[in-house]
């Protein structure tokens, strides 16, 4: 057990950190509008690590005007903590805030065994309890079986371009050329660097990617599922962002890495928990076709260039592509609508994004970074003609780096959208309208 004046002074510590925040200075995240307060459920924050999910709950909670307790177990003098220390934490918790606090954040709690008997517990007592976690595990697994219908789940992204634009004071409604010239600066930077809300502003950013991805394998992967071969898991995922956007091979992984299919697939899924890596499934009605060739994109484009040795292809369509896929997840988790993207069949041209309400095609986005040559013109804007037909889907989106237009083609009309208009797009809590 850890000894409770060590849990005190890590606690007080935090306690104090907290004094300096000063929120109305923070970005505004969209998520915000998705907790429920004055409810018995868990707010339940997850995504990448370091991806803001700590800042969000204490802007929420401090602009409120709410008192709270701070827990926050990602501390390596906390790092040994046992299930039976957690009563401990709650005492200290007491002692600091008082035994009238209405609310507590549980900051990195996953790695706890029994953390999820303890919330539960508390929840009881009427406590209001916000939890993050940087692993999907924390709601696949351990809440969904001990706090049904008990959470509310937020699902937290490293800054879109819109947050991106508003922490670097870009102006987004300039007509001027400077200002034009502005936006455009800030999206080429955007697409290169990412969004990781505490890379703004570094010089070296090789050195912040390194960290987090090795934070990543460390404490969200390896610590958790008792990796052995780290390395392995390490090449694979190195592979994985320099292959971003392109469908998962397992055998050729498999072949590279000396590890057979299986581990392959392990190791991809726990990526995948620790949110490094997203899926994207193909769209078919046969379950097979969309197990077996999915599409791995990355978090944030900032993780493919700023890495040691990153010999990543410097294509702007692909990154683009992945920056669309994850603004997509973001828009999409307001409305529980779900992505996919269609290839009919082999040889032929993909549908990068189809949004789907159900089982019905809602919307359909090709992604292209330059159509101004008429070959890639018509290729994008034929592919989408035929797959309207095919998907029987009328709403028909063309995301590039061009001017904002419709154009009818075979009596459809595709609405051609500079990815800078579309990436600024605001439409308040509901971001995608149908």
């Known amino acids: 057990m850890i000894d409770e004046k060590i849990i005190l002074q890590v606690l007080a510590?935090?306690?104090?950190?907290?004094?300096?925040?000063?929120?109305?200075k923070w970005v505004a995240r969209k998520e915000e509008s998705?907790?429920?307060?004055?409810?018995?459920?868990?707010?339940?924050?997850?995504?990448?690590?370091?991806?803001?999910?700590?800042?969000?709950?204490?802007?929420?909670?401090?602009?409120?005007?709410?008192?709270?307790?701070?827990?926050n177990l990602d501390d390596d003098r906390l790092a040994d903590m046992k299930t039976e220390d957690l009563s401990t934490v709650l005492s200290c918790v007491y002692q600091l805030y008082g035994t009238d606090i209405p609310y507590l954040v549980l900051d990195e709690i996953q790695d706890v065994d029994g953390w999820y008997l303890f919330v539960n517990r508390l929840l009881r007592t009427d406590l209001h309890i916000f939890?993050?976690?940087?692993?999907?595990?924390?709601?696949s697994g351990e809440l969904a079986t001990h706090l049904t219908g008990r959470y509310n789940e937020i699902h937290l992204y490293p800054f879109s371009f819109l947050e991106y634009c508003q922490y670097h004071r870009?102006?987004?409604?300039?007509?001027?050329?400077?200002?034009d010239a502005e936006r455009k600066r800030a999206f080429m930077d955007y697409i290169h660097d990412g969004g990781f809300p505490e890379m703004q502003g570094l010089r070296n950013k090789r050195a912040y990617v390194q960290s987090l991805i090795e934070a990543i394998m460390r404490k969200d992967i390896q610590k958790r599922f008792k990796i052995r071969n780290i390395e392995a898991l390490r090449k694979l995922?190195?592979?994985?962002?320099?292959?971003?956007?392109?469908?998962v091979n397992y055998d050729e992984m498999s072949d590279l890495l000396g590890i057979t299919d299986k581990t392959a697939k392990k190791y991809v899924d726990?990526?995948?928990?620790?949110?490094?890596?997203?899926?994207?499934?193909?769209?078919?009605?046969?379950?097979?076709?969309?197990?077996?060739?999915?599409?791995?994109?990355?978090?944030?484009?900032?993780?493919?260039?700023?890495?040691?040795?990153?010999?990543?292809?410097?294509?702007?369509?692909?990154?683009?592509?992945?920056?669309?896929y994850i603004e997509l997840l973001r828009r999409c988790a307001y409305d529980f609508y779900d992505v996919y993207y269609h290839k009919p069949a082999p040889r032929a041209k993909e549908i990068d994004f189809v949004?789907?309400?159900?089982?019905?095609a809602v919307e359909l986005i090709q992604v292209a970074y330059e159509i101004d040559s008429r070959r890639a013109y018509d290729r994008e804007t034929s592919s989408l003609v035929k797959a309207s037909d095919a998907l029987s889907c009328n709403r028909l989106t063309l995301i590039a780096f061009t001017q904002t237009r419709d154009v009818e083609i075979d009596g459809k009309t595709i609405h051609i959208i500079s990815a800078l208009d579309w990436l600024l797009e605001d439409h308040g809590d509901r971001l995608i309208v149908f």
């Not at 700590?54 to 401090?62: A, E, G, N």
């Not at 949004?355 to 019905?360: G, P």
């Open 34 to 71: 998705l907790f429920e307060f004055d409810t018995k459920m868990a707010q339940v924050v997850i995504g990448v690590r370091r991806s803001g999910k700590s800042t969000l709950c204490h802007k929420v909670l401090l602009e409120r005007g709410i008192r709270y307790g701070y827990v």
């Open 170 to 179: 870009i102006d987004m409604q300039g007509i001027t050329t400077k200002a």
């Open 13 to 24: 510590e935090q306690q104090e950190e907290i004094k300096g925040y000063k929120p109305q």
């Open 237 to 247: 995922a190195h592979h994985l962002i320099n292959n971003a956007c392109q469908e």
């Open 131 to 139: 939890v993050t976690g940087s692993n999907a595990k924390l709601l």
């Open 355 to 360: 949004v789907c309400d159900k089982s019905r």
């Open 270 to 324: 726990y990526l995948c928990q620790a949110f490094l890596i997203q899926l994207l499934t193909r769209h078919s009605f046969k379950s097979k076709e969309r197990i077996r060739n999915q599409k791995a994109y990355i978090v944030d484009t900032g993780l493919q260039g700023n890495r040691d040795n990153a010999l990543a292809p410097e294509n702007l369509g692909w990154r683009l592509e992945n920056v669309v």
